[in-house]
């Protein structure tokens, strides 16, 4: 699916801006989410929308941009207990790791 370039000339930092810019966005992916194969229905938008999304990489920190795979347990220990806000799909993906590579 291809972007097309958005003419916002004369509406960079202003809420027109900001809420055209918001609604293509909506579209775009509610287009790729149609073309994945999904139905329109909106409890299963919703479903979708709240299921986790797998984070592969390491964001940011000591270890930021390294395979979560790559990371040493006791790392991604420390981040669990440590990290108060961290991005609850950065998180899943962290528990799932470490539950993972215990098995």
């Not at 810019?21 to 979708?48: K, N, P």
């Amino acid at each position: 699916m291809r972007l097309r370039r958005l003419r916002l000339e004369g509406l960079a930092h202003s809420a027109d801006g900001d809420a055209l810019v918001t609604a293509y966005l909506l579209v775009y992916m509610i287009r790729d989410y149609l073309h994945q194969g999904h139905t329109d229905s909106v409890d299963e938008m919703i479903q979708y929308a709240e299921t986790p999304y797998v984070v592969r990489k390491m964001p940011f920190g000591k270890h930021g941009g390294k395979l979560l795979e790559e990371l040493p347990p006791d790392y991604v220990q420390w981040a669990l207990t440590t990290i108060r806000d961290m991005d609850k799909d950065l998180r899943w993906s962290l528990e799932k790791f470490t539950v993972s590579n215990t098995m």
